[in-house]
């Protein structure tokens, strides 16, 4: 088959084709084969490599005659390094949440009914050990006592203001939905918080119904946060170790801060256990229109390749933990699962590589890793909210116990059987990156660290007046919990 003919089924198909497994197709397949070999690839890859070809059904394989059965030149994985071994702390890391490997959606319309209604009863549920709820629908049964103050707990799907200037929020629930308005003179706070909801957000309300029954008037607002308790204590008394934490490093790009770098891998001693990477490892290829002009290496493996050289030189002792942000090569849809072994094979074998978002646990204490692309629609939806100040949109996802809560804007969500954006259990960290600036502080007693980036303002973000905080990174100690950000710019 002509080359070109090849490649136009892959790009139909959604696939890129990487240039060993278009030599082994070009000798002996046919249109109606490669389509087949292509349904039976996973829709999480984008580039199909021979790997691919190699691990399809063995009866696809045998049609395709002489030419699939080439083997993969053999790629060792690189030696860690055994310098700086620290006798003190033993590291352990346990991936206790991850969607990678477990992704069941397709994309579907019922796929999207049943995403939705997992998050609604999974934060449902948080809402109900704090407030008794009815079903929406049962508010418009005859002989209600109107003047009773009763509650209902319901995704947020509209919210406006009211001639009047009241606020007006409809919620839904799985039997029907209720306009609720929040009254402009009667509680300051409470109309403050109606006027912060997000779409798709979900909330308990209390309060009581017109004499119709067609409208409720709101006492309070819940959503589903964090327990008090959780400001207790600060400090994890059986947790053992120092963390560093990172993200957005962005090797590929002209603007990596290569010095930076090496000062803090140098840096690295021995009395630092973890080193966690929330996303954007590599600055990716396309991501948007123009990006070719500001990147140094064109090609997305070998930008992998260089961020392997940097990664494999941090000393032996420590352990990693990647996840992929949206600059990186797996699908874009969140939750993101993690690297293919194509990219995973060219870095140390220790590392572990979890998906977007991830849970683990480290010497004792429990991280939630996100990238954070949500926060783009945190921040514009919220009155208050900046780049310049991460803290605040992390506190919010928090409050939601949702990662993100709004369909529809720069996060695309993967439609999965479970809710994986859900927060629970509640973490020690919550861990994030993307939006490149720093800001570490508490909210009820977790630890919220945006982590920055390890590239100058690039071109983009100069049009957009974004101000980045580049080549820093947040020590933790994992006992006491207490945090110091160190800058190598
Ligand atoms: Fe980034």
Redo the contacts with the bound molecule.
Sequence with gaps: METGEIIQIFAESGFQVDPAALDMLKTSASPELIQELLSSIDSSVIVVGAEHLLSAPAVLQDKCGKGITMTLPEVRAPPIPSEGKNQQVSASVTVLKDISNQSTCIGEYTDFVGYFKDRYTLLGDLLRKRISARPVESLKKRNMDTREPLSVIGMVLNKRTSANGHRLIEIEDSTGTIPVLVHKEKDMELFEMAGSLLMDEVIGVTGTLSADSSLMFANSIIRPDLPNTQNISIARENARGKAVFIS?I?VGSKTFLEDAWLRFVDWLGDDIDYLIIAG?VVDGIGIFPGQDKELAILDIYEQYAKAAEYLNAVPGHIKMIISP?N?DAVRQAEPQPCFPERITRLFRSDITFVGNPAMVDIGGVKVLIYHGRSMDDIIAGTHGFSYGDPAKPMASMLRFRHLSPIYGGRVSIAPEKKDHFVIDPVPDILHC??V?TVGVSRYKGVLTINSG?WQSQTEFQKRMNLQPMPAKATVVDLASMEYKINSFG
Excluded: Q
Aim: glycine share 22%.
């Design positions: 957005d962005h954007d942000g600059h990156g993307h490149h980036t």
